[in-house]
Each structure stands twice: as C-alpha cells, then as structure tokens.
C-alpha cells in the first residue's frame, strides 16, 4: 500500500478558502475511493467528501456541499479538497484515505485503510 502525505492545512477567518493536497506515493490498483475525513477532540473521523479513482463519481456530506470540492490529479498522483465559504465548525484535523474495497459506504471510515497523518484546519469567526 502506498503512503498518503496531506498538506494545505492552516488559519483562516470565516468565509476564506483553503486548499487541501494529498501526495499520493502511490496508488494501488485496488484502491477504489480517496477521501477526506476530519476529525474534532472526543469526536470520532467523520466523512467529508470522496471521489472514486475514476473520477466519475463524487460525494459530499450534507454540511459541505456546495463548498467543498473534491478533485484530483491521477498524474501527480494527488487529491484535493478545495475549501470555500470556510465557517468556524469546519475547524478540525483533516485526513485524506484510500478505501481498497467496493463494498461499503464511503463516509465510513472502517472502510478505509491507508490513512494520512492529517493536516489542521482552524476557521476563526
């Protein structure tokens, strides 16, 4: 299994816009979702938008659609998330990961397993 490195991550006021990158070392040819997850203290990861390896298919959870976009660049091998209309509850660590199976939902993270080290994200009012 690869490695997954994410970066971007920083402090920014309400209604910025940040954007996240996930290096890729590689991608297995079993890998079937990349995601991003972002994760809160005393709160388990919870799942903010994912993109099947194709490209064809993308997903976003209720509280960022429409603000969040999930893309990548099979050539350098990255995944992102551009952040926009960023509100302080959007404030938490960010994670991105790769899911090698086709079965399960994609906000699940049990499904997912290569994970990065994560990449803060602080949205102040």
């Known amino acids: 299994q690869g490695q997954l490195v994410e970066s971007g991550g920083g402090s920014v006021q309400a209604g910025g816009s940040l954007r996240l990158s996930c290096k890729a070392s590689?991608?297995?040819?079993?890998?079937?979702?990349l995601g991003w997850f972002r994760q809160t203290p005393g709160k388990g990861r919870e799942g903010v938008a994912a993109?099947?390896?194709?490209?064809?298919?993308?997903y976003y959870a209720g509280s960022v659609s429409g603000r969040f976009t999930i893309s990548q660049d099979n050539a350098k091998e990255t995944l992102y998330l551009q952040m926009s209309s960023l509100r302080p509850e959007d404030t938490a660590m960010y994670y991105c990961?790769?899911?090698?199976?086709?079965?399960?939902?994609?906000?699940?993270?049990?499904?997912?397993?290569?994970w990065g080290q994560g990449t803060q994200v602080t949205v102040s009012s």
């Open positions: 590689s991608y297995s040819d079993s890998t079937y979702y």
């Open positions: 990961a790769a899911m090698s199976t086709s079965v399960g939902v994609w906000y699940n993270p049990a499904n997912y397993n290569v």
């Open positions: 993109i099947s390896t194709g490209g064809n298919n993308r």
